[in-house]
T-cell receptor
Framework: GQQVMQIPQYQHVQEGEDFTTYCNSS?????IQWYKQRPGGHPVFLIQ?????EVKKQKRLTFQFGEAKKNSSLHITATQTTDVGTYFC????????FGTGTKLQVIP | DAGVTQSPTHLIKTRGQQVTLRCSPK?????VSWYQQALGQGPQFIFQ???????QRGNFPDRFSGHQFPNYSSELNVNALLLGDSALYLC?????????????FGSGTQLSVL
């Protein structure tokens, strides 16, 4: 079955530093979504990418979908303490498969 | 506009018991997916219901079953509970008519099996 892996598993950064998480799928994805889960919370939808090579920005967050539609990345510029949480990529149609997640800790 | 609601929020059961979890989707949504999230892991897809039928199923045993009602709400049933079933169970709703892959999650039910 489809597997979606993310690296790194954990990342500690100093506030103001940049952060990037990478997502790799074992199969081609029709779309990629990104979710954020705060500690003790539930996943919250951030964005969806559909086209090969697509890049989308949300303020300090930049999302990329690979040319082969098998990988994606999320880059946060100048992290803030509010960015703390676990970031998941997810892909698939109907059966949306979540990645393993990257837990981000921001040190003030 | 109510979001996705799940009940109960917490549940404690013993091995071998049965449990039923409930979910009401976001207003306007017609599709419900259930996920199991173990501590420190990503959500694992259990199944998806649409038009009162199970449309997709993940790699979970038959002890996990579900139902969707005409008002689009859904139940997840787990029989013969095992210690390993302890997890956060998340319900997510979406719309088949619009952005169907965009999932809205409820706050989850924390199930502990003793």
């Amino acid at each position: 079955g489809q597997q979606v892996m993310q690296i790194p598993q954990y990342q500690h950064v100093q506030e103001g530093e940049d952060f990037t998480t990478y997502c790799n799928s074992s199969t081609t994805l029709s779309n990629i979504q990104w979710y954020k889960q705060r500690p003790g919370g539930h996943p919250v939808f951030l964005i969806q990418l559909v086209k090969s090579g697509e890049v989308k920005k949300q303020k300090r967050l930049t999302f990329q979908f690979g040319e082969a539609k098998k990988n994606s990345s999320l880059h946060i510029t100048a992290t803030q303490t509010t960015d703390v949480g676990t970031y998941f990529c997810a892909g698939g149609y109907q059966k949306v498969t979540f990645g393993t997640g990257t837990k981000l800790q921001v040190i003030p | 506009d109510a979001g996705v609601t799940q009940s109960p929020t917490h549940l404690i059961k013993t091995r071998g018991q049965q449990v039923t979890l409930r979910c009401s989707p976001k207003s306007g949504h017609d599709t419900v997916s259930w996920y199991q999230q173990a501590l420190g892991q990503g959500p694992q897809f259990i199944f998806q219901y649409y038009e009162e039928e199970e449309r997709q199923r993940g790699n979970f045993p038959d002890r996990f079953s579900g139902h969707q009602f005409p008002n689009y709400s859904s139940e997840l049933n787990v029989n013969a509970l095992l210690l390993g079933d302890s997890a956060l169970y998340l319900c997510a709703s979406s719309s088949e008519r619009t952005k169907r892959e965009k999932l809205f999650f409820g706050s989850g039910t924390q199930l502990s099996v003793l």
